[in-house]
């Protein structure tokens, strides 16, 4: 039930700067009342009327949690002065406003906004500083007349002050013009919102403003399946059918669109096509830059090559497969070369040949992946420094999430003679720009993955694309080692991937399947394994060595169920546990919990030796050390040895992470994987997905449920179409020697 109280914000406890999030006492008339929620620019001192609902906090008690706000203006002496006092206007404190008051009474707002020149009546005021006043006094008072406006259409405060920056006191004006203009310039705005907005406001449905806004609405849909662009005739039957207007108006939308260079048509093998402008500049840059590297002059490295590759094998004590000489070799002939292979066959080995070569040949080298634990993990398999790719670029970031980017670019370029990346088949094809922006002509990549894994999840199929095309080196290492041929996990996964049932419960093998028949029993029997048989099978961590990989979010052996079951049982709550809960999760000390999304502004601190940095990134693990509800903080454990806080605000970037889905366990690996495998949408239980999930593991794999449904997974080979467009670019190269610009 909403209510609405009237007082003085006395006191501020807790303030986010970057979203306007406080915990502060309202005094009323009855009592302090404490107050949580986006109050942006709300200083102590301020007479709000605030509206909103009570809630019970587990440690503090009973709350309001605000929904809407206004400022009360002060219309006494004292309440003038106090909010003069209060430190809400720039170059007014508490002396300075009991001067103002002094001199001007009731009359001391009117003076700041209509006639500031009168402030220099006052000992200490000057023009510049008048002015200062009366400025500040007017971002106040636009700010506000933003949120009041906004408030009326159910935009936050949080969205207000975005708003506000953007469009400064134009604000109101440009929204009641067109409010769709806020999915295109506001982050975190987008069509649905602004849509809402718009009807709110009484704009007619059928608005071109509308139908535009709904169209590149609907690319952005289809890029997060992974495409770069769309069958024109599909975006026009969609669009159509999500706004509920006539197709012909959605065919006009697309014509201006195009006319104004915010969507690319283009006809691409025989049909028209749409692209979204980022996603076609990329596909452009990608291929020419591509073409150019694998044209350019490099030193071919050939002399005394293979005496070389042969001192390797003595003095590494290994014997190289046919296709890894073959690899060594085209990385020291070509500008770009790609490496790919399934489990087993020798990709680090290779990779750490070729780099023992460059280095003897005094070449400088950068190593990278697309997310922390890949990089990592490369690290760890070369000996040598990798990075992620954002890294590696120096991501950077502005005021605002729109000023982001990379700092290594055309103007500064990667200064270094070869860049090896490992798992391409991560990379999207708007990474894959920014990389290839960053490398010079001259220099070497070589660019190593598993093109059988499961593609990016940002839109494109650069790996794939990339092979397809013919016009890149590409050398295959298909050859599974005598020691990799104990391992049924990389047995069963080259039968996977080649559409063979996997062996299963072979005697003192590493590869189980346990029948279990309704998820119900499944996901027991997960439950059962990771508390109990498997840590008594092999004394395996329940927490650290054991990852449960799922294939959905939802259901009874989805991500979300799992993780909370998991969690009852692996870290069940205590009295010396601290908790907090956060809307539909709670995160419990002890905690195994996932990063979300890459912060390279979050500070972390080395438990060894104090050593500080930056960054925390995309698929990471931690585990929760310490929740703090006094400070608002929850402190996270990563990599054993960083320790990370984090403001309550920022929990939204963790998940907990006992169970996490396929698609996100790419580019990791664990002691041991346990899956469910149960019915679900055939384009979800594929082949590859089940291939994912098998090569994630090291040491052992447990598969729970129906043989009949693993057998589905196997035969089903249906790789989901991915509309990307580098392929066809790079084989119009090909066949006809030019690149379209």
């Given at each position: 039930?909403?209510v609405?109280?009237?007082?003085i914000?006395?006191?501020?406890?807790?303030?986010?700067?970057?979203?306007?999030?406080?915990?502060?006492?309202?005094?009323?008339?009855e009592?302090?009342?404490?107050?949580?929620g986006?109050?942006?620019?709300m200083?102590?001192?301020e007479n709000?009327a605030?509206?909103?609902k009570w809630?019970?906090?587990?440690?503090?008690?009973?709350?309001?949690?605000?929904v809407s706000?206004?400022?009360?203006?002060?219309?006494t002496?004292e309440?003038i002065?106090?909010?003069?006092?209060?430190?809400?206007?720039?170059?007014?404190?508490a002396?300075?406003?009991?001067?103002i008051?002094e001199?001007?009474?009731?009359?001391?707002?009117?003076v700041?906004?209509y006639s500031?020149?009168?402030?220099?009546?006052?000992?200490?005021?000057g023009?510049?500083?008048?002015n200062?006043?009366?400025?500040?006094?007017?971002?106040?008072?636009?700010l506000?007349e933003?949120?009041?406006?906004?408030?009326?259409?159910?935009?936050?405060p949080?969205?207000?002050?975005k708003?506000?920056?953007?469009y400064?006191?134009?604000?109101?004006?440009?929204i009641?013009?067109n409010p769709?203009?806020?999915?295109?310039?506001i982050?975190g705005?987008?069509?649905?919102?602004?849509?809402?907005i718009?009807k709110?406001m009484g704009?007619?449905?059928?608005?071109?403003?509308r139908v535009?806004c709904?169209?590149k609405?609907?690319?952005?849909?289809?890029?997060?399946e992974?495409?770069?662009?769309?069958q024109?005739?599909e975006?026009?039957e969609?669009?159509?059918k999500?706004l509920?207007v006539?197709?012909?108006?959605?065919?006009?939308?697309?014509?201006?669109?195009?006319?104004?260079?915010?969507?690319?048509?283009?006809?691409?093998?025989?049909?028209i096509?749409?692209?979204g402008?980022?996603?076609?500049y990329?596909e452009?840059?990608?291929?020419?830059?591509l073409i150019?590297?694998?044209?350019?002059?490099?030193d071919r490295?050939?002399?005394?090559?293979?005496?070389?590759?042969?001192?390797?094998?003595?003095?590494?004590?290994?014997?190289?497969?046919?296709?890894?000489?073959?690899?060594?070799?085209?990385?020291?002939?070509?500008?770009?070369?790609v490496?790919?292979?399934g489990?087993?066959?020798?990709?680090?080995?290779?990779?750490n040949?070729?780099?023992?070569?460059?280095e003897?040949?005094?070449?400088t080298?950068?190593?990278?992946?697309?997310?922390?634990?890949?990089?990592?993990r490369?690290?760890?398999?070369?000996?040598?420094?990798?990075?992620?790719?954002?890294?590696?670029?120096?991501?950077?970031?502005?005021e605002?999430?729109?000023?982001?980017?990379?700092t290594?670019?055309?103007?500064?370029?990667?200064?270094?003679?070869?860049?090896?990346?490992?798992e391409?088949?991560?990379?999207?094809?708007?990474l894959?720009k920014?990389l290839?922006k960053?490398?010079?002509l001259?220099?070497?990549?070589?660019l190593?993955?598993?093109v059988?894994?499961?593609?990016?999840?940002?839109?494109?199929?650069?790996?794939?694309d990339?092979?397809d095309s013919?016009?890149?080196?590409?050398?295959?290492l298909?050859?599974?080692?005598?020691q990799?041929q104990e391992?049924?996990i990389?047995?069963?996964?080259?039968?996977?991937?080649?559409?063979?049932?996997?062996?299963?419960?072979?005697?003192d093998?590493?590869?189980?399947?346990?029948?279990?028949?309704?998820q119900e029993?499944?996901?027991?029997?997960?439950?059962?394994?990771?508390?109990?048989?498997?840590?008594k099978y092999?004394?395996?961590d329940?927490?650290k060595?054991?990852?449960?990989?799922t294939?959905?979010?939802?259901?009874?052996?989805?991500?979300?169920?799992?993780?909370?079951?998991?969690?009852?049982?692996?870290?069940?709550?205590?009295i010396?546990?601290?908790?907090?809960?956060m809307?539909d999760?709670?995160?419990?000390?002890?905690?195994k919990?996932?990063?979300?999304?890459?912060?390279?502004?979050?500070?972390?601190?080395?438990?060894?030796?104090g050593?500080?940095g930056?960054g925390?990134f995309?698929?990471?693990?931690?585990?929760?050390?310490e929740?703090d509800?006094?400070?608002?903080e929850?402190?996270?454990l990563?990599?054993?040895?960083?320790?990370?806080k984090?403001?309550?605000?920022?929990l939204e970037?963790?998940?907990?992470?006992?169970?996490i889905?396929?698609?996100k366990?790419?580019?990791?690996e664990?002691?041991?994987v346990?899956m469910p495998v149960?019915?679900?949408p055939?384009?979800?239980?594929?082949?590859?997905?089940?291939?994912t999930?098998?090569?994630?593991?090291?040491?052992?794999?447990?598969?729970v449920?129906?043989?009949s449904?693993?057998?589905?997974?196997v035969?089903?080979?249906?790789?989901?179409r991915?509309?990307?467009?580098?392929?066809t670019?790079?084989?119009?190269?090909?066949?006809?020697?030019l690149?379209?610009?």
């Amino acid at each position: 039930m909403s209510v609405e109280i009237q007082g003085i914000l006395s006191e501020i406890i807790f303030r986010n700067e970057a979203n306007g999030y406080i915990v502060g006492v309202l005094d009323t008339e009855e009592k302090p009342v404490t107050i949580v929620g986006y109050m942006p620019m709300m200083n102590q001192g301020e007479n709000l009327a605030v509206q909103g609902k009570w809630i019970q906090h587990p440690v503090y008690g009973e709350q309001l949690e605000i929904v809407s706000y206004r400022q009360v203006v002060p219309n006494t002496i004292e309440g003038i002065e106090n909010y003069l006092a209060s430190g809400v206007i720039k170059g007014i404190g508490a002396k300075t406003a009991k001067k103002i008051v002094e001199q001007f009474g009731k009359d001391a707002l009117d003076v700041i906004q209509y006639s500031p020149h009168m402030l220099m009546k006052i000992e200490g005021i000057g023009q510049a500083k008048a002015n200062m006043i009366a400025e500040a006094f007017q971002e106040q008072r636009e700010l506000r007349e933003v949120m009041l406006f906004l408030q009326l259409f159910g935009v936050t405060p949080n969205y207000a002050v975005k708003i506000y920056k953007r469009y400064g006191d134009e604000a109101v004006g440009r929204i009641k013009e067109n409010p769709y203009r806020l999915a295109d310039d506001i982050i975190g705005i987008g069509f649905k919102m602004a849509d809402t907005i718009a009807k709110r406001m009484g704009i007619d449905p059928q608005s071109p403003y509308r139908v535009m806004c709904g169209i590149k609405y609907m690319l952005g849909q289809y890029s997060l399946e992974g495409h770069t662009y769309i069958q024109r005739e599909e975006l026009v039957e969609s669009t159509a059918k999500m706004l509920e207007v006539h197709r012909n108006l959605v065919e006009d939308g697309i014509t201006n669109l195009a006319l104004n260079y915010d969507i690319q048509l283009e006809n691409l093998e025989g049909e028209i096509v749409v692209f979204g402008m980022p996603y076609y500049y990329a596909e452009l840059y990608v291929c020419k830059k591509l073409i150019e590297l694998g044209q350019g002059e490099i030193d071919r490295l050939t002399d005394g090559l293979t005496a070389e590759i042969d001192a390797i094998e003595k003095n590494s004590g290994i014997e190289l497969a046919e296709n890894q000489r073959a690899a060594i070799e085209a990385a020291c002939k070509n500008g770009v070369l790609v490496i790919t292979g399934g489990p087993g066959t020798g990709k680090t080995t290779t990779i750490n040949s070729i780099i023992k070569i460059f280095e003897n040949q005094n070449l400088t080298m950068a190593l990278a992946a697309p997310t922390g634990r890949a990089a990592k993990r490369m690290s760890e398999a070369t000996g040598r420094e990798a990075k992620t790719i954002h890294r590696l670029l120096e991501y950077s970031f502005g005021e605002d999430d729109a000023a982001m980017g990379f700092t290594k670019n055309e103007e500064e370029p990667l200064p270094v003679d070869v860049v090896i990346i490992d798992e391409m088949s991560m990379v999207d094809i708007l990474l894959m720009k920014a990389l290839m922006k960053a490398i010079t002509l001259g220099t070497r990549v070589i660019l190593v993955g598993d093109v059988d894994q499961l593609p990016s999840v940002g839109p494109g199929n650069v790996l794939k694309d990339i092979i397809d095309s013919q016009i890149i080196p590409v050398v295959k290492l298909d050859q599974i080692f005598r020691q990799a041929q104990e391992s049924m996990i990389i047995v069963n996964a080259h039968r996977i991937n080649k559409g063979h049932y996997p062996y299963i419960n072979s005697k003192d093998k590493d590869f189980y399947f346990i029948t279990k028949k309704s998820q119900e029993q499944i996901a027991q029997t997960i439950k059962d394994l990771c508390k109990e048989r498997l840590p008594k099978y092999n004394n395996f961590d329940p927490i650290k060595d054991i990852q449960v990989l799922t294939p959905m979010k939802k259901g009874q052996v989805g991500m979300y169920q799992m993780n909370n079951e998991l969690q009852q049982i692996l870290n069940p709550p205590h009295i010396s546990k601290e908790e907090k809960e956060m809307k539909d999760k709670r995160f419990r000390v002890g905690d195994k919990v996932m990063q979300m999304k890459n912060n390279y502004n979050l500070k972390w601190k080395k438990l060894e030796d104090g050593i500080e940095g930056e960054g925390v990134f995309n698929g990471d693990f931690g585990y929760i050390q310490e929740i703090d509800h006094e400070e608002r903080e929850m402190v996270v454990l990563f990599d054993e040895e960083k320790l990370v806080k984090y403001d309550f605000a920022q929990l939204e970037e963790l998940e907990l992470a006992y169970c996490i889905t396929i698609h996100k366990s790419q580019g990791s690996e664990f002691p041991v994987v346990v899956m469910p495998v149960c019915w679900g949408p055939p384009m979800l239980l594929t082949r590859n997905l089940l291939y994912t999930a098998v090569t994630r593991a090291k040491e052992l794999v447990v598969l729970v449920g129906m043989e009949s449904n693993l057998k589905e997974m196997v035969n089903n080979n249906r790789i989901i179409r991915r509309n990307s467009g580098l392929g066809t670019r790079l084989k119009r190269f090909l066949t006809e020697n030019l690149i379209e610009f």
